[in-house]
């Protein structure tokens, strides 16, 4: 089984923001797969099903950002999986153009806050993640303001597509041609 966790907030007012981006491809991969996200626990939503002929969890958790990792392990260690063959996260990126995603099968947090609390608590970097374009913060803009601000209607069009890709890019993944997904979709556009 593998698990894919989409990173976000949660809440109405959270909704499409940038920093939710993970969640809104969780919910186009449930829907496109017709997997209900309707368990609740380990401080998650989530859902089962199948994807490119795997078993999958499709996971939002609950915790708020930067406790995304409170979520995570504990879920990853009930089904005692591992984190570097069994976890793929989909999160935010601000130094990516919107409409770009970028495919790495490990790494650093790079600054995210979300992303350090998974590596925290899964003591590992060894994880795959897509990281979905949202746009660099302007200049004297508040990280946390833009990163939980909407997108433009154009921006928002741009990453919609790019939700398009990063399920198509789960599904290489699946497929085990994690190099294959690195060199379609990782190019600039």
Same mark, same amino acid.
């Given at each position: 089984?593998?698990?894919?966790?989409?990173?976000?907030? &949660? =809440? /109405?007012?959270? #909704?499409? $923001?940038?920093? %939710?981006?993970?969640?809104?491809?969780?919910?186009?991969?449930?829907?496109?797969?017709?997997?209900?996200? %309707?368990?609740?626990?380990?401080?998650?939503?989530?859902?089962?099903?199948?994807?490119?002929?795997?078993?999958?969890?499709?996971?939002? &958790?609950? $915790?708020?950002?930067?406790?995304?990792?409170?979520?995570?392990? &504990?879920?990853?260690?009930?089904?005692?999986?591992? &984190? #570097?063959?069994?976890?793929?996260?989909?999160?935010?990126?601000?130094?990516?153009?919107?409409?770009?995603? +970028?495919? +790495?099968? /490990?790494?650093?947090?790079?600054?995210?806050?979300?992303?350090?609390?998974?590596? =925290?608590?899964?003591?590992? #970097? /060894?994880?795959?993640?897509?990281?979905?374009?949202?746009?660099?913060?302007?200049? %004297?803009?508040?990280?946390?303001?833009?990163? $939980? =601000?909407?997108?433009?209607?154009?921006? +928002?069009?741009?990453? #919609?597509?790019?939700?398009?890709?990063?399920?198509?890019?789960?599904?290489?993944?699946?497929?085990?041609?994690?190099?294959?997904?690195?060199?379609?979709?990782?190019?600039?556009?």
């Amino acid at each position: 089984m593998k698990v894919i966790a989409g990173l976000g907030n &949660p =809440g /109405k007012k959270y #909704e499409h $923001t940038r920093h %939710n981006v993970g969640f809104d491809v969780i919910d186009a991969m449930a829907e496109k797969y017709n997997i209900i996200l %309707n368990e609740k626990k380990y401080k998650g939503i989530y859902g089962s099903g199948y994807i490119a002929g795997q078993k999958v969890l499709l996971v939002q &958790p609950q $915790t708020y950002m930067n406790l995304s990792g409170e979520c995570i392990a &504990p879920l990853m260690d009930f089904y005692k999986l591992d &984190p #570097e063959e069994d976890l793929l996260v989909i999160y935010d990126d601000i130094s990516l153009d919107p409409g770009r995603i +970028r495919i +790495r099968a /490990k790494g650093s947090a790079g600054g995210h806050n979300g992303m350090k609390s998974v590596i =925290g608590w899964l003591g590992t #970097e /060894k994880f795959a993640r897509i990281k979905v374009g949202v746009g660099e913060k302007p200049e %004297n803009w508040d990280l946390a303001d833009y990163v $939980t =601000g909407h997108f433009s209607k154009e921006d +928002r069009a741009l990453v #919609e597509d790019a939700f398009v890709d990063a399920i198509s890019a789960t599904e290489h993944i699946l497929m085990d041609d994690f190099s294959g997904a690195m060199n379609l979709f990782n190019r600039k556009k």
